[in-house]
């Protein structure tokens, strides 16, 4: 099996506004390796935002190419992204995007009503995917009963319904306050190191952006740096040198 996961080669992606032109990406290309974690930071407008959204098949290049797990997704249909993206892919998103009115057990189970194969009772794997984010004691909260931080775990949870090879996370911290910060980014580095799950988060934050092994940065459409960060910072040693129990 290649180390790769994933590999774009020249991608650009422009839009029209009216009868304006829009470089969102420039012509960027990277790899990036099963089992790492990776930071995409930038300003508003750089791009980052475009190439997380390419990197989980949400949107299509405008040209170049990007493989996925060796897959071409440029050749794909709209049915096959998103197989590809119930298969292989998890989702995180700032604003966690829970059902407001739907037990967190049932909000973890969602992904399943789009995955055609028979992988066990949904209940089951719902409450094991809770507890490896520390909430099974709450699968029958909704949330509005539950903090910000619970909120983002059930999201994670979720993200790990289908035992995804890639977490695509956007802003994941972006409306937590700092410890909690923390505390999201241990389960990310947890998910990272014991399962090996390849982990790509975006964020503004350079703080966050330091738990990661890796940093891409983008500016005007282009990725102006790649930097390996010598000693990410370690969240779990962190929460415990603070007296913060860890662990799920």
């Not at 099974?136 to 999201?155: F, K, M, T, W």
């Not at 090879?165 to 306050?177: H, V």
């Amino acid at each position: 099996m290649s180390s790769e996961l994933i590999r774009v080669e020249d991608l650009t992606k422009t839009y029209l506004l009216g009868e304006v032109e829009v470089n969102a990406l420039r012509g960027v290309s990277t790899i990036i390796d099963r089992g790492s974690f990776v930071a995409i930071m930038g300003p508003s407008g750089s791009g980052k935002s475009t190439f997380m959204n390419i990197l989980g098949c949400l949107d299509r290049p405008t040209s170049g190419a990007y493989y996925l797990d060796g897959i071409s997704v440029g050749e794909l249909d709209r049915d096959e992204l998103a197989e590809i993206r119930n298969k292989k892919i998890g989702f995180v998103f700032q604003q966690f995007n829970l059902l407001v009115r739907t037990t967190a057990i049932k909000n973890v189970q969602l992904p399943l009503l789009y995955c055609d194969e028979d992988a066990g009772d949904p209940q089951e794997r719902a409450m094991e995917a809770l507890s490896i984010v520390g909430l099974a004691e709450r699968a029958y909260h909704r949330p509005s009963q539950l903090s910000g931080g619970q909120q983002q775990r059930v999201a994670i949870a979720r993200s790990l319904i289908n035992n995804p090879q890639l977490i695509l996370a956007d802003e994941p911290t972006g409306a937590l306050d700092s410890r909690t910060s923390v505390e999201i980014m241990a389960i990310f580095q947890r998910l990272n190191q014991e399962r090996g799950i390849t982990v790509v988060v975006v964020t503004h934050e350079p703080d966050i952006s330091c738990f990661a092994q890796r940093i891409l940065s983008f500016r005007d459409g282009l990725l102006v740096n790649d930097e390996r960060v010598k000693e990410p910072r370690q969240a779990a040693r962190e929460l415990r040198s603070a007296g913060v129990e860890v662990g799920p």
